[in-house]
Antibody, heavy 122, light 113 residues
């Protein structure tokens, strides 16, 4: 069974840091590009970051550029999001997600994790 | 980034009746390969998003055939032929043509009247 399991969400003070993890199983992780998508309370979906499996190229939303870093460890079948200088507006559920069927990034994500909650508050 | 605009934002529907959600993009969504990368997602209460449709009208595996997608250019529609109780949730359109990034609509909340 294809599965993504996020972890690392927590309550953190403004200016603090967190590292999110996403453990993949049931598919060849090293073959697929990966995304982090977030959803603020009561709000819509926003792609935060993306990483290519072939080039290592990355994308960051303007709202997180310079503060967040995406990375992956294909041997551990894991995706990460290092979040620094956290702000109140980063409060959200963070999902890792990918497109497997069909495996074309432009089709959007057909596999999602259950999400991990990040709360930034003093 | 391409802006996706959905309407209505709230959609009360009687069980067994049809429902329709509109999505308009700020730029045309035909990609250089000839495909139109417009997808629809469903998010039930308390659940992760689920993709229903990709490339305008292709249903994902396991998606009931009462869901259908149509449209072209900048105007797209998701239709539910007969709404069931399990269809309650928020529906999002998303474009991938002008990726990166993928951009989503604001969401349409479907509820049972």
């Amino acid at each position: 069974e294809v599965q993504l399991v996020e972890s690392g969400g927590d309550l953190v003070q403004p200016g603090g840091s967190l590292r999110l993890s996403c453990a993949a199983s049931g598919f060849t992780f090293s073959s697929y590009d990966m995304n982090w998508v977030r959803q603020a309370p009561g709000k819509g979906l926003e792609v935060v970051s993306y990483i290519s499996t072939t080039t290592g190229g990355t994308y960051y939303a303007d709202s997180v550029k310079g503060r967040f870093t995406i990375s992956r460890d294909n041997a551990k079948k894991s995706l990460y999001l290092q979040m620094n200088s956290l702000r109140d507006e980063d409060t959200a559920v963070y999902y890792c997600a990918l497109s497997i069927t069909p495996a074309a990034i432009r089709n959007g994500m057909d596999v999602w994790g259950q999400g991990t909650t990040v709360t930034v508050s003093s | 980034d391409v802006v996706m605009t959905q309407s209505p934002l709230s959609l009360p529907v009687t069980l067994g009746q049809p429902a329709s959600i509109s999505c308009r993009s700020s730029q045309g969504l035909v990609y250089s390969d000839g495909n139109t990368y417009l997808s629809w997602f469903q998010q039930r209460p308390g659940q992760s998003p689920r993709r229903l449709i990709y490339k305008v009208s292709n249903r994902d595996s396991g998606v009931p055939d009462r869901f259908s997608g149509s449209g072209s250019g900048t105007d797209f529609t998701l239709k539910i032929s007969r709404v069931e109780a399990e269809d309650v949730g928020v529906y999002y359109c998303m474009q991938g043509t002008h990726w990166p990034p993928h951009t989503f609509g604001q969401g349409t909340k479907l509820e049972i009247k």
